[in-house]
């Protein structure tokens, strides 16, 4: 896939896809998982990225490609976070050539009949289509309302702080153009957790990169934990609130700050 000149619109339709899924002990759920996304999207390669599961996870993970086909495990020696092994597994799929990289949890979550409509919107122009549980259409049934106000409030704090519009930051059910994470140099973020996806969403908005939203059903997970802990989301509030200073506040004043410096007669006095 190719950028338009003087735009960040894309032309000629993907041609591979590569789906994403970052694992911690997910034996429970990977075998399911893998048998819908091939039902899903027949034509696509699946990367397992597993963090040296305990529960054989990876194991059970290659059974299932040597039934299914097209599916990878990319084993990794420890768990190292999920912001990395989105990265690693970005970097596989970008040196194979891929043209579209999709990342999902592996949990259930995330149905993966909602891919095609991703990759649709993708065909359409979009830098990243995000999987949103916040736009019309979309839902979390069963969660509690405390974890709901915790998630609505959260993505609203990161839409006041960074201007960036997108509904649903935190999903992590979305689909990139491997040209634009080329562009907002993706391997180079910071994010642990599930701040790299607010960071990366962030990177292909400031780039100017078009985000389409498509409505989705969260499903909570029914077999196994969640990954997400106090820790996680402390990080994900310190790295928002930090982008937002670093990007609304401080750069602008330091380019005010220039810009008067360069119009300003010899010898006027300056603040430093």
């Given at each position: 896939?190719?950028?338009?000149?003087?735009?960040?619109?894309?032309?000629?339709?993907?041609?591979?896809?590569?789906?994403?899924?970052p694992?911690?002990?997910?034996?429970?759920?990977?075998?399911?998982?893998?048998?819908?996304?091939?039902?899903a999207?027949?034509?696509?390669?699946?990367?397992?990225?597993?963090?040296?599961?305990?529960?054989?996870?990876?194991?059970?993970?290659?059974?299932?490609?040597?039934?299914?086909?097209?599916?990878?495990?990319?084993?990794?020696?420890?768990?190292?976070?999920?912001?990395?092994?989105?990265?690693?597994?970005?970097?596989?799929?970008?040196?194979?050539?891929?043209?579209?990289?999709?990342?999902?949890?592996?949990?259930?979550?995330h149905?993966?009949?909602?891919?095609?409509?991703?990759?649709?919107?993708?065909?359409?122009?979009?830098?990243?289509?995000?999987?949103?549980?916040?736009?019309?259409?979309?839902?979390?049934?069963?969660w509690?309302?405390?974890?709901?106000?915790?998630?609505?409030?959260?993505?609203?704090?990161?839409?006041?702080?960074?201007?960036?519009?997108?509904?649903d930051?935190?999903?992590?059910?979305?689909?990139?153009?491997?040209?634009?994470?080329?562009?907002?140099?993706?391997a180079?973020?910071?994010?642990?957790?599930?701040g790299?996806?607010i960071?990366?969403?962030?990177?292909?908005?400031?780039?100017?990169?078009?985000?389409a939203?498509?409505?989705?059903?969260?499903?909570?997970?029914?077999?196994?934990?969640?990954?997400?802990?106090?820790?996680?989301?402390?990080?994900?509030?310190?790295?928002?609130?930090?982008?937002?200073?670093?990007?609304?506040?401080?750069?602008?004043?330091?380019?005010?700050?220039?810009?008067?410096?360069?119009?300003?007669?010899?010898?006027t006095?300056?603040?430093?």
């Open positions: 896939m190719r950028l338009t000149r003087g735009r960040n619109r894309y032309i000629a339709p993907f041609v591979r896809t590569l789906v994403v899924t694992t911690y002990e997910e034996a429970q759920n990977i075998e399911e998982f893998l048998q819908r996304v091939r039902a999207v027949p034509e696509a390669d699946v990367l397992v990225v597993d963090d040296n599961s305990p529960d054989a996870t990876a194991d059970l993970a290659e059974k299932a490609a040597a039934e299914l086909g097209g599916i990878e495990v990319l084993r990794r020696p420890r768990k190292i976070g999920l912001g990395d092994a989105y990265r690693a597994g970005f970097s596989v799929g970008l040196a194979r050539g891929y043209d579209v990289l999709v990342q999902m949890d592996a949990d259930l979550s149905d993966p009949a909602a891919i095609p409509a991703l990759l649709a919107q993708v065909e359409r122009g979009a830098a990243v289509a995000i999987g949103s549980r916040y736009v019309p259409g979309g839902s979390v049934p069963h509690p309302w405390f974890r709901r106000a915790l998630s609505k409030w959260g993505n609203r704090y990161t839409t006041l702080v960074l201007g960036l519009p997108v509904s930051a935190t999903s992590g059910f979305r689909a990139y153009v491997a040209e634009a994470l080329v562009q907002v140099d993706y180079n973020t910071r994010s642990k957790g599930y790299f996806q960071e990366l969403a962030y990177r292909v908005w400031r780039w100017g990169g078009r985000i939203q498509v409505p989705i059903v969260f499903t909570d997970r029914v077999r196994g934990h969640s990954k997400m802990t106090l820790a996680v989301a402390f990080e994900e509030l310190v790295l928002v609130t930090w982008w937002g200073l670093r990007d609304r506040v401080l750069r602008p004043a330091a380019r005010a700050v220039r810009t008067r410096r360069r119009r300003a007669p010899r010898g006095p300056l603040p430093r």
